[in-house]
């Protein structure tokens, strides 16, 4: 069964720390790993990664893949409280193009 | 960017009764959208696929029959939540894939928040 994985499940920080959000997968036939950022609406594009060990990077932003390992994280330095958000992370298949979504990281980031 | 836009933004309805959702890709063709739902505290579980000029492609344990899917045109797909239930009740958010395009990226709608009373 496909899964993507999100850890920690929430996480409460002070502006100006930084965090690092976790998201492994068992997913057949692995296109891409997109993170989102999640209001109170619909999710926003942050980044997608195809390539291993390749860093992307927005503003105070990265991500980085780990195919290998089958993982990727999201760092974010300098944190402010509009950084309070669910983190979703997802996984492109081929063919389909389905994507399959981990439960969240809840970020909440007090002043 | 790309827009996606949804209607209604939000819906209150008798059970038993029927309701649309709409997904439109505003400045791009879609060839593919996806319809999710999203129940509190959890994340989207994709309900089905929704291709231009054919069938749906349901995910396992969603109803074909409850949950109409049409995709007629490249620009529009509807949700159809037939015989609505209170268990209906959850917050529906519409993708789009622009046709042609190498790239994966989906973009969403600002979801509908369906109220069955």
């Known amino acids: 069964e496909d899964k993507v994985v999100q850890s920690p499940l929430s996480l409460v920080v002070h502006e100006g720390d930084t965090v690092t959000l976790n998201c492994s997968y068992e997913?057949?036939?692995?296109?891409?790993l997109l993170w989102y950022k999640q209001e109170k609406k619909a999710p926003t594009f942050l980044f997608m990664l195809?390539?291993?060990?390749i860093e992307k990077k927005s503003g105070r932003l990265s991500s980085i893949l780990d195919k290998k390992e089958l993982f990727s994280i999201l760092n974010i330095t300098a944190t402010q409280t509009g950084d309070s958000a669910i983190y979703l992370c997802?996984?492109?298949?081929?063919?389909?193009?389905?994507?399959?979504f981990g439960k969240g990281t809840k970020l909440t980031v007090n002043p | 960017g790309a827009v996606v836009s949804q209607h209604p933004s939000w819906v209150i309805c008798k059970s038993g009764t029927s309701v649309k959702i709409e997904c439109r890709s505003l400045?791009?063709?879609?060839?593919?959208m996806f319809w999710y739902r999203q129940f509190p505290k959890q994340s989207l579980m994709l309900m089905a696929t929704?291709?231009?000029?054919?069938?749906?492609?349901?995910e396992q344990g969603v109803e074909k029959d409850k949950f109409l899917i049409n995709h007629a045109s490249l620009t529009l797909s509807t949700l159809t939540v037939t015989s609505a239930h209170p268990e209906d009740s959850s917050f529906y958010i519409c993708?789009?894939?622009?046709?042609?395009?190498?790239?994966?990226?989906?973009?969403f709608g600002p979801g509908t928040r369906l109220t069955v009373t």
């Open positions: 993708s789009a894939r622009e046709h042609g395009l190498t790239s994966r990226e989906q973009y």
């Open positions: 997913v057949t036939n692995f296109r891409s």
């Open positions: 195809t390539s291993s060990g």
């Open positions: 997802a996984v492109g298949q081929g063919g389909s193009e389905k994507l399959v």
């Open positions: 400045d791009f063709q879609a060839t593919t």
């Open positions: 929704s291709n231009e000029g054919s069938k749906a492609t349901y």
